[in-house]
Every structure is written in structure tokens, then in C-alpha cells.
């Protein structure tokens, strides 16, 4: 898959303060766009936070925590956004899955705590910068990338590559497969974000995209990038 930005390896920091500005522009229009809270933004990392981030388990180079587990965020909910920015504090970001295996680490997680559901990364291109973009047509099958990282997800109606089963649930509020941008159709909110739901309809343990403005407790993921900026910037800091 290619990135959905280009620049999106190998940042230098200035090059990481124009990715940051494009995506901070994203966020900030897509919260616009949902009115719901306008002029909000990404946060920065906080290079304390990011040295003594929580570190439940750890996968493939990166640390992972559930912000149940956390006493201080135990009991809180977020919205997409704030979901971000919470993780994006410690250098991290809301988790993405772009294997079998780690969706299947993120769902036993799931299902060993009995949560009932949480936030990840995945985000449809559905704001400022995603028109002009025909490899993204139609947005709810080809539309959907992980945010952390920009990288573009399979579409949603195929089992992925190297997957042995495809983790959008087969049904939802209007009894279809996922996504199905089934609040649109309530009251013209549109589901762009996606959520792993325990159950909710019946479905086990799924993804499904709902609208960014519910809340959530998260999962977050180390961000590479925020973990190398943060290193470049305070050399000596252990993370
Ligand atoms: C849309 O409907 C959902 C579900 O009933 C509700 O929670 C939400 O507040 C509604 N949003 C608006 C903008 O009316
Ligand atoms: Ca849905």
C-alpha cells in the first residue's frame, strides 16, 4: 500500500512540522465539518509524558496501554480527537492495525477485559485534501487509512492481504455490513472514524465506522515518529 501522503517516511523535523501543520489543517476542518467542537487541534508531545509513557505489552517494537488500565485516565471516555491528542501527549498515537496478528493481539485484549469497545486510528478521507483523490473512490470502500501513519487500509469489502478473515463486522444499526455510515442516515453525522465494538450487534468482536464525536476509552500505540522527534530534540532523554 502506498502511503497516503508522500512524505510520510523519513521525516526531518522541519518536514515533520509541515506534516504536523497538514494534519493539524485535517483535524482542525474535520472537527469543523462535524461541528462539534471548532478550531481544535493536535497536540504536541510532551517529552516527559513520552519518557514515562505507560507500557502495558509490548509488540513488534512498539508499546501499547489500554487507558483503562491507567489510574489516571481509568474511567474516562474521549472522542476521536481527544483519544488522539491523550496518546499523542506520551508519544503515541490511537492504535492501528495494519496486520492480522496485531488485530488479533488488540481483540484479545478486548475480549480478555470485557471492553466494550474502543477508539483506534483508522479515519475515512472524508476532509479538505481527500477530494481530488479518485484512488480513494468510492470513500467506503477504498476512502479508509490509519491516521498514525497514513497508511491506506484495504478496501473495506475484501478479506485483506495476508488475512485469513476481513475485520469489518457483516452487520450494524441497519443490518449491513460495515461501514455503513448508518448515522448519515439518522441525522446527517457522518461515521468517520472506526471503532472495535464488543458485541454491540451480536457481532463479536468487529470493526465498525461511527461517528467521531462518541466517547470512547482508547488503545494507544507508540508512534514511531513522535518518538523520533522527540528523541532528536532532547538528546540524552531515554524513551
Ligand atoms: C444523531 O443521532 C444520535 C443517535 O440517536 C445522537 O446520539 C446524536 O446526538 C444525534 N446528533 C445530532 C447532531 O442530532
Ligand atoms: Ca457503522
Known amino acids: 500500500m502506498p502511503p497516503l501522503w508522500k512524505n510520510a517516511n523519513s521525516l526531518t523535523a522541519t518536514a515533520m512540522m509541515q506534516t504536523w501543520a497538514l494534519v493539524v489543517c485535517a483535524a482542525a476542518l474535520a472537527a469543523l465539518a462535524g461541528a462539534q467542537k471548532p478550531g481544535r487541534f493536535l497536540s504536541l508531545p ?5 519518557a514515562n509513557r505507560p507500557k502495558e505489552f509490548f509488540y ?3 508499546n501499547y496501554f489500554f487507558t483503562g488500565h491507567v489510574p489516571a485516565l481509568a474511567n474516562k471516555k474521549f472522542d476521536w480527537l481527544d483519544g488522539r491528542n491523550i496518546c499523542r501527549e506520551y508519544c503515541m498515537d490511537l492504535v492501528s492495525m495494519e496486520t492480522q496478528e496485531e488485530n488479533n493481539l488488540i481483540f484479545k485484549l478486548i475480549q480478555t477485559n470485557d471492553i466494550p469497545y474502543i477508539w483506534t486510528s ?6 479538505k485534501g481527500c477530494e481530488s483523490r479518485k484512488d480513494l473512490e468510492p470513500k467506503n470502500i477504498f476512502g479508509w487509512f490509519w491516521s498514525a501513519n497514513r497508511e491506506k ?3 473495506t469489502n475484501q478479506i485483506p492481504n495476508g488475512w485469513g478473515y476481513n475485520p469489518w463486522s457483516q ?3 441497519k443490518k449491513q455490513r ?3 455510515n448508518a448515522e448519515f442516515d439518522i441525522n446527517g453525522t457522518t461515521e468517520s472514524c472506526l471503532s472495535i465494538l464488543n458485541n454491540v450487534y ?3 468482536i468487529a470493526w465498525h465506522d461511527v461517528a467521531c464525536y462518541h466517547e470512547k476509552p482508547v488503545v494507544c500505540e507508540d508512534s514511531e515518529e513522535l518518538l523520533n522527534y522527540v528523541a532528536s530534540t532532547n538528546p540524552g532523554l531515554r524513551l
Open 46 to 50: 510532551q517529552p516527559q509524558k513520552c
Open 60 to 62: 513488534r517494537g512498539h
Open 122 to 127: 483508522g479515519r475515512l478521507c472524508d476532509f
Open 153 to 155: 487500509m484495504s478496501p
Open 171 to 173: 452487520t450494524g444499526h
Open 178 to 180: 460495515q461501514p455503513d
Open 202 to 204: 451480536n457481532d463479536g
